[in-house]
């Protein structure tokens, strides 16, 4: 079982960047590729980037490329996602989630994960 808690969300303006962080419990988060997902108001769930289980394979949706990035500290149980200048349509609750399965490779597949934290909003005005 792994329980996980997002921060990092808020209120910012269009070109600012945020943070978002994702503190994992348990002592096998090196087990587990890890992925955020974002709900945009009124729609559905999407991928936004993945992180393998020792961070030597990433993959973005293509919205966010050259824009977001991805990255995990095994020692601190942490992944991260740095997103630079945002833009109002990356408004959205943003989670992360775990997967057990397979964890060498990192997945866009939001079924394939088998743990979810409650979530960070993230909201950009224009």
């Known amino acids: 079982q792994v329980q996980l808690v997002e921060s990092g969300g808020g209120l910012v303006q269009a070109g600012d960047s945020l943070r978002l962080s994702c503190a994992a419990s348990g002592r096998t988060f090196s087990s587990y590729a890890m992925g955020w997902f974002r709900q945009p108001p009124g729609k559905e769930r999407e991928f936004v980037a993945a992180i393998n289980w020792d961070g030597g394979s990433t993959d973005y949706a293509d919205s966010v490329k050259g824009r977001f990035t991805i990255s995990r500290d095994n020692a601190k149980n942490t992944v991260y996602l740095q997103m630079n200048s945002l833009k109002p349509e990356d408004t959205a609750g943003y989670y992360c989630?775990?997967?057990?399965?397979?964890?060498?490779?990192?997945?866009?597949?939001?079924?394939?994960?088998?743990?979810w934290g409650q979530g960070t909003q993230v909201t950009v005005s224009s």
């Open positions: 989630a775990a997967k057990r399965r397979s964890p060498w490779y990192a997945g866009r597949d939001g079924d394939a994960y088998d743990y």
